[in-house]
């Protein structure tokens, strides 16, 4: 398609949404709409609620202490390293 008819095209172009609709009406509808989809369908217990909260705080405990390391020497019977690991540095 070569950009004059694409252009053409949009030119004709009419938006049949309900947000676009000169009534308010039908636009407060389409509005509804949508944010009750986006709300969740069923309510939640204190409890949910709860194991939410505690979630974010570990997490940003987790978040506010120093990164841990750990050395991990493993040797076979002869002396000799058995085990080589290289992980990334976060």
């Given amino acids: 398609m070569s950009e004059r008819n694409a252009l053409i095209e949009l030119a004709s172009f009419i938006g049949r949404s ?9 636009r ?11 709300l969740p369908r069923q309510k ?24 841990v390391h750990v050395e991990l020497d493993v040797f076979a019977p002869g002396g000799a390293r058995a085990v080589r690991m290289t992980l990334p540095e976060v």
């Fill in 18 to 26: 309900p947000l676009a609709s000169p009534d308010m009406r039908v």
């Fill in 28 to 38: 407060n509808k389409a509005l509804n709409g949508m944010t009750e989809r986006m």
């Fill in 44 to 67: 939640r217990s204190v409890g949910d609620l709860l194991a939410v909260v505690m979630a974010l705080s570990a997490r940003t405990r987790r978040l506010s202490q120093e990164p």
